[in-house]
């Protein structure tokens, strides 16, 4: 089966744009993640859905980050403005069951200078 | 969450049995223990979960002690392709596990 995808590998973009990072996910999973790392720290947790839902969003650091998951499909995780602080890693992962091992992405690097 | 501590990293040989330690004290009964393996430009991949005693896959070996306050991953025969970063963590699989809490991992060298 196809792996979970996340596009872009890279992204550079400078201090107050617009970033869209985008996941999809192993088809017919209905969990799906964001975890990041940002540099010098451990991954972190950002918002779980299930289907379109969102159903845990506690660790998105701040209102610049926007999350969807429109029709339970793929997601974009926006961030708007993009401050240097949110360079980093970002991964997805999506689960069939809510409580086994997850599949991660390769992950999208972005760098904000 | 219970809280893990593993070693920062770790040496070994190819072909030699690799055996990485997880500390988690404070694990819960309901707590199950989970294994993910890094690569360098990947995400996790999962390699192995337990709740008690050992569990065995075709990637490694999970033994528990009875009192569940630590585990040890069991990579056999390792090669150089081993060499990542390895994660241990524990959590409740019946309420809600829906977040993974990462600690600093173990760094793995497999050296020829």
């Known amino acids: 089966e196809a792996g979970v995808t996340q596009f872009p590998s890279h992204s550079v973009i400078e201090k107050g744009q617009t970033v869209t990072l985008r996941c999809d996910p192993i088809?017919?999973?209905?969990?799906l993640y964001w975890y990041r790392r940002v540099m010098g720290k451990e991954i972190k947790f950002l918002l779980h859905?299930?289907?379109?839902?969102?159903?845990?969003e506690s660790g998105m650091p701040n209102n610049r980050f926007l999350a969807e998951r429109t029709g339970g499909t793929y997601s974009t995780l926006k961030v708007q403005p993009a401050e240097l602080e949110d360079s980093g890693v970002y991964f997805c992962?999506?689960?069939?069951?809510?409580?086994?091992?997850?599949?991660f992405g390769s992950g999208t690097r972005l760098t904000v200078v | 969450l219970a809280k893990t501590t593993q070693p920062i990293s770790m040496d070994s040989y190819e072909g030699q049995e690799v055996n990485i330690t997880c500390s988690h004290n404070?694990?819960?009964?309901?707590?199950?223990i989970t294994w993910y393996q890094q690569f360098p430009s990947q995400g996790p991949r999962f390699i192995i979960q337990?709740?008690?005693t050992k569990v065995t896959n075709e990637v490694a070996s999970l033994f528990i002690p009875a009192d569940r306050k630590s585990s040890t991953l069991s990579l056999p025969r390792v090669s150089l392709s081993d060499t990542a970063v390895y994660y241990c963590?524990?959590?409740?699989?019946?309420?809600?596990?829906?977040?993974?809490?990462f600690g600093a991992g173990t760094r793995l060298a497999v050296h020829p």
């Open positions: 992962a999506s689960s069939q069951e809510l409580n086994y091992g997850y599949t």
């Open positions: 404070n694990i819960a009964t309901n707590d199950y």
């Open positions: 859905f299930v289907k379109e839902s969102k159903q845990d």
């Open positions: 337990g709740y008690k």
């Open positions: 088809s017919g999973h209905d969990n």
């Open positions: 963590l524990v959590g409740d699989m019946g309420g809600g596990y829906n977040k993974l809490i």
